[in-house]
């Protein structure tokens, strides 16, 4: 496994775009966000001459099923796994999760192993077979205790059952999630995020499939990241331990604090594995 740090300028990413064969990335949202999210990474990557696809999830976007009613994880989950199943049987993504997207990422590498070329986590949850033990939830689930009372919370199944739902404040969205991005993304984020499904995030688990561990992995770290702090990163990365590990000075959301460098590391990766 290899570590690299990347700095925030744009060195090579020209001459990666000319030897590389243009592939299909597919860019998964964490919880709360949307395909929106990477409208920067999108317009980057479309540029040099990749297809690019970025899903919304279920209750996530614009998709307009409420939150509060999606309940499981696979219910979550549906639109990526429909996805993937209408690909041709010979075509191959890069499939990249952010945050809570790593999940959906782990979950289509143990469904869709053959469908996908590369997987990348970027500041995501990266556990084989999601959250089965105390260590899983203490290594991927965000703590913002720090932060005090963070989340607006939804009750769909009613006051005296679990939550449903969850996003955080908008006060404290740009002190959170955003502390390095420009202050128009974070408007933006602020205008755009929606309350996510916890109750489905929370029951994922995944059967390992045939063939997942063939699926090559890699990890970019966020190294100011104050919602999956670092250490529960590389606690993930120590446990199940991709390919290649790279290291953005970023918040939790790099597509916006740090484009250029995620770009350029995208298209690094995409021409690595050609």
Same mark, same amino acid.
């Given at each position: 496994m290899g570590e690299e740090c990347v700095d925030m300028k744009m060195e090579g990413v020209e001459e990666k775009c000319k030897r590389s064969e243009r592939g299909h990335f597919v860019l998964i949202h964490g919880i709360g966000g949307g395909g929106w999210c990477w409208y920067k990474i999108r317009s980057l990557i479309e540029s040099c001459g990749y297809k690019v696809t970025s899903l919304d999830l279920k209750g996530?976007?614009? $998709?307009?099923? +409420?939150?509060?009613?999606? %309940? #499981?994880?696979?219910?979550?989950?549906?639109?990526?796994?429909?996805? @993937?199943?209408?690909?041709?049987?010979?075509?191959?993504?890069?499939?990249?999760?952010?945050?809570?997207?790593?999940?959906?990422?782990?979950?289509?590498?143990?469904?869709?192993?053959?469908?996908?070329?590369?997987?990348?986590?970027?500041?995501?949850?990266?556990?084989?077979?999601?959250?089965?033990?105390?260590? $899983?939830?203490? +290594?991927?689930?965000?703590? %913002? #205790?720090?932060?005090?009372?963070?989340?607006?919370?939804?009750?769909? @199944?009613?006051?005296e059952k679990p939550p449903t739902s969850v996003v955080v404040k908008k006060s404290l969205q740009r002190e959170i999630i955003y502390q390095m991005s420009p202050l128009e993304d974070s408007t933006l984020a602020s205008?755009?995020?929606?309350?996510?499904?916890?109750?489905?995030?929370?029951?994922?688990?995944?059967?390992?499939?045939?063939?997942?561990?063939?699926?090559?992995?890699?990890?970019?770290?966020?190294?100011?990241?104050?919602?999956?702090?670092?250490?529960?990163?590389?606690?993930?990365?120590?446990?199940?331990?991709?390919?290649?590990?790279?290291?953005?000075?970023?918040?939790h959301s790099p597509f916006f604090s740090a484009p250029l460098a995620l770009f350029g590391l995208l298209v690094k990766v995409a021409a690595s594995f050609d």
């Open positions: 996530a976007g614009i $998709d307009p099923s +409420d939150p509060n009613t999606i %309940l #499981s994880f696979h219910d979550y989950n549906k639109p990526l796994l429909d996805f @993937l199943s209408s690909l041709p049987h010979n075509e191959q993504v890069i499939l990249v999760g952010h945050s809570a997207g790593g999940m959906s990422v782990t979950d289509a590498i143990h469904k869709f192993p053959k469908k996908i070329k590369v997987a990348v986590y970027i500041a995501a949850t990266m556990l084989r077979t999601g959250f089965m033990s105390q260590q $899983d939830i203490k +290594d991927g689930v965000p703590d %913002l #205790s720090e932060f005090g009372d963070v989340y607006d919370i939804g009750f769909g @199944l009613g006051p205008i755009l995020l929606r309350p996510g499904p916890i109750k489905a995030l929370q029951s994922a688990r995944f059967k390992e499939g045939e063939g997942a561990e063939r699926v090559r992995r890699i990890y970019i770290r966020t190294t100011h990241d104050r919602v999956l702090k670092v250490e529960q990163q590389d606690a993930m990365i120590r446990r199940w331990k991709p390919q290649h590990v790279y290291t953005l000075e970023s918040d």
